[in-house]
């Protein structure tokens, strides 16, 4: 049986790591706030007191944590993973976060003999719990094949995208569609009701075309009922966004729709709706 460390056990996390029990991997687990993962710890799952500690002795430490700065705060350091992982662990970092980072991770791991993967996932808390989260990974071919089966103990579409930083920056091109399906789906419908159509009967009819997509079908609902619970919350996407518009910068690409879609999400944030869900720039153009 492979030890994993987990740390960063968030919504998703709490998914995750349940169903890497499941699959049968012995799991221990660090987040920063312990009340957050008392029910875990009543399930049997042994909590250690700081990221270090959770990376010690283990065969595979996962991270998905909020930002980049946590990010290196629980890779870098002597209570920091690389420095007290074993030698040959493979480290993956799971959060949505900066291909350069990435790319760091794996050169600071190779000087300790550990591999590493950047394999940042779409799907949700929903997907998180079902299992079948999208995962995109990048690193060495050779680690992607050797963890191969920790991923399929919590996803289903797991694709090998190429060297360090293929993962995140795959994740980067994910959110740039999304960025672009959100805005489509809000003005459609904003569209439909100033043409004093029913949006709810155009939503239905749209939705099984070619126009149809993830958002529409589930966010598009959320939007006229005025559902904004966070399925992903907009402090994090514009995190996402940001981060995309950085490396665009870098190969001085300027992509309208993603920096159009990041000023509308930064308005509503400027407003003090960080914590709403995504389907909330709807709020934005009503």
Same mark, same amino acid.
């Given at each position: 049986?492979?030890?994993?460390?987990?740390?960063?056990?968030?919504?998703?996390? $709490?998914?995750? *790591?349940?169903?890497? /029990?499941?699959?049968?991997? @012995? =799991?221990?687990?660090?987040?920063?706030? %312990? !009340?957050?993962?008392?029910?875990?710890?009543?399930?049997?799952?042994?909590?250690?007191?700081?990221?270090?500690?959770?990376?010690?002795? $283990?065969?595979? *430490?996962?991270?998905? /944590?909020?930002?980049?700065? @946590? =990010?290196?705060?629980?890779?870098?350091? %002597? !209570?920091?993973?690389?420095?007290?992982?074993?030698?040959?662990?493979?480290?993956?970092?799971?959060?949505?976060?900066?291909?350069?980072?990435?790319?760091?991770?794996?050169?600071?791991?190779?000087?300790?003999?550990?591999?590493?993967?950047?394999?940042?996932?779409?799907?949700?808390?929903?997907?998180?719990?079902?299992?079948?989260?999208?995962?995109?990974?990048?690193?060495?071919?050779?680690?992607?094949?050797?963890?191969?089966?920790?991923?399929?103990?919590?996803?289903?579409?797991?694709?090998?995208?190429?060297?360090?930083?293929?993962?995140?920056?795959?994740?980067?091109?994910?959110?740039?569609?999304?960025?672009?399906?959100?805005?489509?789906?809000?003005?459609?419908?904003?569209?439909?009701?100033?043409?004093?159509?029913?949006?709810?009967?155009?939503?239905?009819?749209?939705?099984?075309?070619?126009?149809?997509?993830?958002?529409?079908?589930?966010?598009?609902?959320?939007?006229?009922?005025?559902?904004?619970?966070?399925?992903?919350?907009?402090?994090?996407?514009?995190?996402?966004?940001?981060?995309?518009?950085?490396?665009?910068?870098?190969?001085?690409?300027?992509?309208?729709?993603?920096?159009?879609?990041?000023?509308?999400?930064?308005?509503?944030?400027?407003?003090?709706?960080?914590?709403?869900?995504?389907?909330?720039?709807?709020?934005?153009?009503?």
């Amino acid at each position: 049986m492979e030890k994993i460390g987990f740390i960063g056990v968030g919504v998703m996390g $709490k998914s995750m *790591v349940r169903n890497l /029990v499941k699959h049968g991997y @012995d =799991v221990e687990i660090y987040t920063r706030t %312990k !009340s957050k993962v008392e029910d875990l710890i009543a399930e049997g799952i042994v909590f250690k007191e700081n990221a270090g500690a959770c990376a010690k002795d $283990k065969d595979v *430490v996962i991270t998905i /944590v909020g930002y980049p700065s @946590d =990010v290196k705060e629980v890779y870098f350091g %002597k !209570s920091g993973i690389i420095e007290n992982a074993k030698a040959g662990a493979i480290l993956i970092d799971m959060t949505t976060s900066s291909p350069e980072l990435a790319k760091e991770i794996y050169e600071e791991s190779k000087k300790y003999h550990l591999e590493s993967l950047d394999a940042p996932v779409s799907g949700g808390d929903s997907g998180a719990k079902a299992g079948t989260l999208a995962i995109m990974v990048g690193g060495d071919k050779a680690t992607f094949d050797q963890a191969y089966p920790v991923f399929e103990a919590m996803g289903k579409n797991i694709v090998y995208q190429g060297p360090a930083g293929s993962g995140q920056h795959t994740k980067m091109a994910n959110q740039i569609a999304l960025a672009g399906a959100i805005a489509g789906v809000a003005e459609a419908l904003v569209y439909a009701e100033y043409a004093g159509l029913n949006p709810e009967i155009m939503l239905s009819t749209i939705s099984t075309g070619a126009a149809g997509s993830w958002q529409m079908t589930n966010n598009g609902p959320k939007m006229l009922k005025e559902d904004n619970a966070p399925g992903f919350y907009i402090k994090h996407f514009i995190k996402d966004l940001k981060i995309a518009v950085e490396e665009a910068d870098k190969n001085e690409l300027y992509l309208n729709v993603l920096n159009n879609v990041l000023n509308m999400y930064e308005t509503l944030s400027n407003e003090g709706l960080d914590d709403l869900g995504t389907q909330a720039l709807y709020k934005y153009y009503k």
